[in-house]
């Protein structure tokens, strides 16, 4: 069974409401700063907000699901990530040391 977020994405640009995008976006402070820009943004702004915060659903939605097929690639290979990919963390390591 989808999540509310899963649920949500899947809807058409058509059927967005700005009730639908609060529930999809998956973070209390997301939501919060999504009221906020709705309430205060003008009546000719809030086609543009909407696409806005609809763009953020779509690419959170990616990111999760890269996410999902790059935990999947390494659990086939032994914690190895792909070639394209990069290991950083010596980098972050590093950066929190300093």
Not at 13 to 25: F, K, M, N, R, V
Not at 53 to 60: R, T
Not at 61 to 68: D, K, N, Q, V
Request: proline share 5%; charged share 25%; net charge negative.
């Amino acid at each position: 069974m989808p999540t509310t977020f899963e649920a949500v994405v899947i809807m058409g640009s058509d059927d967005w409401t700005p009730d639908s995008i609060a529930h999809a976006l998956p973070d209390a402070g997301m939501r919060m700063e999504f009221l906020r820009q709705l309430n205060t943004t003008p009546l000719s702004g809030l086609a543009a907000l909407g696409e806005k915060w609809i763009k953020v659903i779509e690419d959170l939605t990616a990111a999760a699901e890269r996410g999902r097929e790059l935990h999947a690639y390494q659990r086939q290979h032994g914690g190895q990530l792909p070639e394209q990919y990069t290991d950083v963390t010596e980098l972050i390591v590093e950066s929190r040391a300093a």
